[in-house]
Structure formats: structure tokens, C-alpha cells
């Protein structure tokens, strides 16, 4: 039961350019999501978050956006360098903490 | 030390042995979770502790799968038995009061 969704697996954009990745979920209990970047050989690392009171938020090139009607959230980076590529994982947790992950996609920056 | 570490980083073992992974916390979260990744797929939540609770166990894939806490101390994570569709990386996480969570660099298991 894969109640977080990234469906693209793989996302490819040229330096400078704005990278969006996306996210579904199935679970309206969710309230509360986040976004983690994975390195080769190192364990998720916290990038963004976002409460479900909240549509935005924004830290430097990082924006996370969520659409609750749609319970669709995405990760736009701008603009997108070299050194952000790695895997996303978007990931979200209800009252229960109990927190879900997506499959993850991985981003390529092209110098 | 100022983040989640876990042991072994490798472990190659073969079909049938049982393996025990550790994970030392971050000290004061009290919330810690397994979770299991394995060759391009996403992070599978495993288990679930959260202080002196019953631990949430949902996502242990079988019973060869069992982990251990004690407080809001080390948790270890045992596989009986192990198969070769265990091998994968497992990452230990624990999570502050401000719901972020905090990921160990992970333990791969490598099953022969």
C-alpha cells in the first residue's frame, strides 16, 4: 500500500534551470510532509518541510508547495546546480508519526 | 557523538545466518524508526518506537524480522535466518520535538 508517490524516478535539468519534483499522496491524515536529499553511501539528510496549514514554503532555492485538495506536493529548486544532484525522497507523517516515504527520484543537474 | 550512528557500516553474510544491526540515537529524541532500502526502491518503513510505548511494528516484512529498544537508548534490529531479498541498506532515524528526523549513514546488509 504505497500511500506516498514519487513517479518519476529520474529527473534531468541543465545547471541554472529550475528543477520541480513531485509528490502524491493517499492518506488525508497527513499533516505534515517533508522533503530529504540522499547522497551515495550517506543516509537521508532533512531539506524542507511543510505543515498542512500552510501552501508554501521557501528557504534560498528551495520552495515546497502543497496542494491539499489535490494531496499533491512538489520541490522546486532554483536555480538548480551541479551539486544538487542526488536522490529526493518526499516523505509524510500523520498524528501518529508514524512518517511514509515515496520511492524517490533522482535528480541530475548538467553543468 | 552529535548525530545517529549506526554498526556495522557493511555486513556480508550468508543465507541462513542471523545478523544484528545497531543503532545508537541522538540523545533525548525519543522517537526512533527502522527502515529498510533496497536496490532502486524507496525507503521501506520497518518499525517504530516512540519513548515507553508498544513499539509499531506494521512494517516488519516477516518474523525473522524483531527489534529491540530499551528507553530511549540503542536500538538494535535482528534478521533470522537471513535471505538474499534482505539484502539492502538499513537506516535508523530518530526525530526531535520539531518532527524532523535525523538519519543514521546506514548499515548494508549484502546476504551471499
Known amino acids: 500500500d504505497q500511500q506516498v508517490k514519487q513517479n518519476s524516478p529520474s529527473l534531468s535539468v541543465q545547471e541554472g534551470r529550475i528543477s520541480i519534483l513531485n509528490c502524491d499522496y493517499t492518506n488525508s491524515m497527513f499533516d505534515y510532509f517533508l522533503w530529504y536529499k540522499k547522497y551515495p553511501a550517506e543516509g537521508p539528510t532533512f531539506l524542507i518541510s511543510?505543515?498542512?496549514?500552510?501552501d508554501k514554503n521557501e528557504d534560498g532555492r528551495f520552495t515546497v508547495f502543497l496542494n491539499k485538495s489535490a494531496k499533491h506536493l512538489s520541490l522546486h529548486i532554483v536555480p538548480s546546480q551541479p551539486g544538487d544532484s542526488a536522490v529526493y525522497f518526499c516523505a509524510a507523517s500523520a498524528q501518529n508519526n508514524d512518517m511514509r516515504f515515496g520511492a524517490g527520484t533522482r535528480l541530475t543537474v548538467k553543468p | 557523538g552529535a548525530g545517529v550512528s549506526q554498526s556495522p557500516s557493511n555486513k556480508v553474510t550468508e543465507k541462513g545466518k542471523d545478523v544484528e544491526l545497531r543503532c545508537d540515537p541522538i540523545?533525548?529524541?525519543?522517537?526512533l524508526y527502522w527502515y529498510r532500502q533496497r536496490l532502486g526502491q524507496g525507503l521501506e518503513f520497518l518499525i517504530y518506537f516512540q519513548g515507553n510505548s508498544a513499539p509499531d511494528k506494521s512494517g516488519l516484512p516477516s518474523d525473522r524480522f524483531s527489534a529491540e529498544r530499551t528507553g530511549e537508548s540503542v536500538s538494535t534490529l535482528t534478521i533470522q535466518r537471513t535471505q538474499q531479498e534482505d539484502s539492502a541498506v538499513y537506516l535508523c532515524?530518530?526525530?526531535?520535538?520539531?518532527?524532523?528526523?535525523?538519519f543514521g549513514p546506514g548499515t548494508r546488509l549484502t546476504v551471499l
Open positions: 540523545s533525548g529524541h525519543t522517537a
Open positions: 511543510i505543515s498542512s496549514i500552510k
Open positions: 532515524a530518530t526525530r526531535d520535538a520539531y518532527g524532523e528526523q535525523f
